[in-house]
């Protein structure tokens, strides 16, 4: 019998995609099940996760993190998160019966994030896997949230691509204030360079320096852009072209995450050519992360030529929720 790896192995390529001529065009429903509502992260079977594990070699442990405050100010429309420090029995001696906390106005997507399934339809076809609005409802039956995930794990053999320490080496730096759009074969470049290969169900992570970029920024420039919306802010991503999604989806990525505020360049152009998140989360169903703190593994990777390992994360475990904190850790 064919194990669930072997089967993950024969997927459909992206342009024999849909699996059903009445589904989207290039879209993956149905390949994971008519009812899937995990997307790729199907990819990370027990035999990848295993595989995973032995990559572990000298115990490194890589928070992924940002700080839940930044970026701060917030950007893209979300608002500041208020911490509350509490007595837990008011009125009374803290230091006998200690603290409570609790967050005021916390968006889980205005960090280290992932999209879950339920973030982002296709303007013509919906949700992932003909998902509809009015089936997103965060109550008992919601669907595509984000505690399919949660309720699973996300562990798997991640891989690093920095692309924004190969083009500083070709002498061309990715400048974290503009729209520097990065086509899917400079990130093929990177990896070659590395001398690293992709195996099927890897989480695949990618550096652009934009984390590094934003921690030197003056707070002025922070107020800046702070004050953007999509359609205006510029940083450095993807590029949204077909071969972006093709390169993916032929690899087999379970997860890509990256360290930039949404993936793809911006600004991005909305409409279904132009947006990568029209296509990647609704029709391939492909797990999205967002502003990954990426440059402390990313050191350690130039430093002993090892740009794989074990990767490790638990997304809130909210019935019905649009996204997470990302909650990730690289070991090596």
């Not at 993190?65 to 803290?94: C, F, Q, S, V, Y």
Request: glycine share 10%; proline share 7%; charged share 20%.
């Amino acid at each position: 019998m064919a194990t669930k790896t072997d089967r993950f192995s024969n997927l459909p390529r992206y342009r024999d995609l849909p699996i059903d001529k009445s589904m989207p065009p290039n879209s993956a429903w149905g390949v994971f099940g008519d009812d899937d509502q995990v997307g790729t992260i199907n990819l990370l079977t027990p035999e990848r996760v295993a595989h995973a594990a032995t990559l572990v070699q000298k115990g490194s442990v890589f928070s992924l993190n940002w700080d839940m405050e930044k970026p701060g100010p917030p950007i893209l429309g979300r608002t500041l998160m208020h911490h509350h420090i509490i007595d837990l029995t008011p009125g009374t001696d803290a230091s006998e019966w200690g603290t409570d906390d609790y967050y005021d106005g916390y968006w889980p997507q205005s960090s280290t994030q992932w999209d879950a399934l339920s973030h982002m339809p296709n303007p013509d076809y919906g949700y992932y896997n003909g998902v509809q609005r009015e089936d997103i409802t965060g109550q008992p039956g919601s669907k595509n949230g984000i505690e399919n995930w949660a309720r699973r794990g996300i562990a798997g053999r991640f891989v690093l691509a920095d692309v924004a320490a190969y083009l500083a080496a070709q002498g061309t730096p990715i400048d974290g204030a503009k729209r520097v759009e990065i086509p899917i074969e400079t990130v093929q470049a990177a990896l070659d360079a590395q001398g690293t290969k992709l195996q099927g169900g890897d989480i695949l992570l990618l550096r652009m320096g934009w984390i590094g970029w934003y921690e030197q920024a003056s707070m002025e420039t922070r107020i800046a852009i702070s004050k953007l919306g999509g359609p205006e802010l510029q940083a450095p991503g993807l590029s949204a072209d077909e071969s972006t999604l093709e390169w993916l989806w032929d690899n087999h990525v379970a997860a890509v995450a990256c360290d930039v505020p949404a993936l793809e360049a911006m600004p991005y152009t909305p409409t279904v050519a132009g947006f990568l998140h029209y296509r990647i989360i609704p029709l391939l169903g492909m797990a999205v992360g967002e502003m990954f703190a990426l440059d402390a593994l990313a050191a350690d990777c130039a430093r002993d030529g090892v740009y794989e390992g074990l990767f490790t994360a638990a997304p809130l475990n909210k019935l019905g929720g649009s996204g997470s904190p990302g909650n990730a850790l690289a070991l090596k």
